[in-house]
């Protein structure tokens, strides 16, 4: 899901159909029926506790990371930060102590000394204890990543997690708890947001191309079949099966009355998808099934471009201009972009995503995504199901914010 970050969106969620995780009707973060509306709880923040937003710790001159999970997404993400300055790979963690040494080999063949090496049912909390890691980074099967989280960052270490970062309500006031009680990051891996057309179109819509911004789509629709057997004891089938994952769509509105379509698909033989779309007052951007830009208004000659009619797309030189012209400036700095595209990772986002955490906390500078990021965007995992348990009825979104959901206008990156 790739959406403008914005904690104005403190949500109602309106489910058309979307599966996953029913809330425990017994924990003090569940929710009621008042009226037409499905209603959950905003507990008190704690005394002891205080708002990660804009958080940044010291800077941390090398991060020395230590990885739990080696099984699919976990050696790309090794091979990733083998070409990171300002990170040192320092343990290595899988249940599978074959996949441990395997990875070994990744460092070798980068002339980087071997890591740690942690296996077996308690290695992660091992790994976890060690007073030489500032990050650990997950890639586990889902049910296990808030445990996980919550342990390492009560254990003194920033934390980013694959998505989603939790599978519950209650699962996402346990990451916010916890990161606001430890002062500690608690990121969500959405490596989506960084794909270079992605943050090329938030930054045309941070300049005003598209004008107001009035309504966003965005999904994951890819069929799965190819890949099931690669998940360690069919975890992500026996998911689906559980939590009737297979065809579904999620319409949200937000305080301020913008649209968000969510889709998610991975059971149906379909084109792949994330199903991209801005619509703003002057114009929209496309990325599934066509990509494209319509805007209708007159723009800088410097460019070769004087008037662009909304009714259409830009042609193909219109759009590559375009592009150039509106590059974010965290893909035109320093040749990142280049050096993504080389690396790789779904076509370089996945290390433009891991650069970005290591030199925010480099520079002690506030995350791109914060530990509310990871809670809101989970969340839309039990909400559903609820909805759809309660015939699609609305659901209001937990503040995870506790009522700060507006100190922070739109998305800035730190520089």
């Known amino acids: 899901m790739t959406l403008l970050k914005n904690h104005n969106l403190f949500f109602t969620v309106t489910i058309i159909a979307l599966a996953l995780f029913a809330g425990c009707k017994n924990d003090p973060y569940s929710y009621k029926i008042k009226g037409s509306k499905i209603v959950y709880n905003t507990p008190a923040r704690p005394s002891n506790q205080q708002s990660m937003l804009g958080f940044a ?3 941390i001159e090398n991060v020395r990371v230590g990885f739990v999970g080696l099984g699919m997404r976990g050696p790309d993400a090794l091979r990733r930060f083998a070409h990171i300055d300002g990170a040192t790979i320092a343990a290595l963690c899988d249940l599978i102590p074959e996949r441990v040494e395997k990875a070994q080999g990744i460092l070798e063949r980068r002339n980087i000394p071997r890591a740690a090496e942690y296996s077996g049912e308690d290695g992660w909390m091992e790994l976890c204890r060690r007073e030489d890691i500032d990050l650990v980074y997950l890639s586990v099967p889902w049910q296990y990543h808030t445990k996980m989280a919550v342990y390492a960052m009560e254990h003194g270490k920033h934390v980013a997690i694959e998505v989603p970062a939790a599978t519950s309500i209650a699962e996402c006031w346990e990451l916010v708890n916890t990161s606001e009680r430890t002062r500690k990051h608690c990121m969500m891996l959405e490596n989506c947001c960084y794909d270079y057309y992605e943050l090329t179109c938030l930054n045309m819509a941070q300049q005003g191309l598209f004008g107001e911004i009035v309504h966003a789509e965005g999904g994951y629709c890819h069929n799965l079949e190819p890949y099931w057997d690669r998940y360690q ?11 009737r994952g297979d065809v579904t769509s999620t319409l949200i509105r937000t305080r301020k009355g913008k649209t968000i379509l969510i889709e998610h698909s991975t059971m ?13 007052t002057k114009g929209i951007a496309d990325k599934y099934p066509h990509k494209g830009i319509a805007v209708g208004l007159k723009l ?5 471009i004087e008037e662009l009619d909304a009714e259409k797309f830009c042609t193909e030189e ?3 201009l375009l592009m150039e012209q509106y590059q974010h400036p965290i893909t035109s700095t320093g040749g990142l972009a280049e050096k993504a595209k080389q690396v790789g990772g779904h076509g370089g986002m996945d290390f433009i995503m891991d650069y970005r955490l290591i030199y925010c906390l480099n520079n002690g500078l506030p995350l791109d995504q914060d530990v509310y990021d990871a809670a809101e965007w989970s969340s839309l995992v039990e909400l559903t199901e609820v909805s759809i348990k309660h015939g699609s009825m609305p659901v209001v979104m937990p503040d995870f914010t506790r009522g700060e959901w507006d100190k922070i206008q739109g ?4 520089e």
């Open 57 to 59: 710790c010291d800077p």
């Open 233 to 243: 004891g069919d975890w992500r089938m026996d998911y689906n099966k559980e939590h």
């Open 318 to 320: 219109e759009y590559l």
């Open 268 to 280: 149906t033989p379909r084109p792949y998808s994330r199903m991209y779309q801005l619509v703003g």
């Open 300 to 304: 800088d000659t410097n460019i070769g």
């Open 411 to 414: 998305l800035q990156f730190a």
